[in-house]
């Protein structure tokens, strides 16, 4: 359900903004008059005086157009005013409170969390699908050191799919392209890393966009 006061926030949004630019337009001027004389967040001294700067700024045309509305003391604003007005502490509260800023998002952790979803999210090598999530790693790590020392031997391994016997040289090619694959992934989060720095990546959905590792591999003795 909206709230009344709602309806006011966009307003005092953009008069805030051109404040804090000194610009002056006559539709701002009408909306710090009208907020001035509604009293809106009990700070009428200040929309007025707002008001009134900005009118002061105006052209010919448009300061004769807000002057014929105004009153005797609205007008007097118009004609005595000097430096834009300071805003109240208790307005910049309130507007505090309506959309806090969002939480910087750490570029650095979110390549760093894209870097481990590519690296464990296996990889297809000859079409046969295998796993990467770090427990897989450890298991190929130890298959392969051991047909290393066993090059005779073949061994059951399974796949995404299920279970295959690989023989020595299989398995060694497994092992080559799922190391290439991992560091494949580190290499490109490095790169990530240095064009934060150097600020040609400022988005996560630039991060999001770099050619990461696809997760396709070639191991011919496979």
């Not at 909206?2 to 307003?11: N, V």
């Not at 910049?92 to 998002?105: D, R, T």
């Amino acid at each position: 359900m909206y709230r009344i006061d709602s309806m006011y926030e966009p307003m005092v949004e953009a008069l805030l903004a051109a404040r804090s630019e000194s610009k002056a337009d006559r539709w701002m001027a009408c909306a710090a008059f009208w907020l001035g004389r509604q009293q809106i967040y009990n700070v009428p001294d200040f929309w007025l005086a707002l008001a009134a700067k900005i009118t002061s700024g105006l052209d010919a045309a448009d300061k004769e157009a807000i002057l014929d509305q105004l009153n005797n003391k609205e007008a007097g604003l118009v004609g005595s005013t000097e430096d834009w007005p300071e805003t109240p502490s208790s307005l910049l509260a309130v507007v505090a409170g309506w959309s806090p800023e969002p939480a910087p998002v750490d570029l650095y952790a979110y390549a760093a969390s894209k870097r481990y979803a590519v690296e464990t999210g296996g990889i297809v090598i000859n079409g046969m699908s295998v796993m990467t999530d770090r427990g897989s790693q450890s298991l190929i790590t130890g298959a392969y050191n051991y047909v290393q020392a066993n090059p005779e031997v073949t061994v059951k391994f399974k796949t995404a799919a299920g279970f295959v016997e690989l023989t020595a040289a299989q398995m060694t090619a497994i092992a080559n392209a799922v190391g290439a694959h991992v560091q494949a992934a580190f290499a490109a989060e490095g790169e990530v890393n240095s064009r934060i720095v150097a600020g040609t990546i400022t988005t996560t959905a630039e991060i999001d966009a770099f050619a990461w590792p696809s997760g396709d591999a070639m191991a011919s003795t496979v």
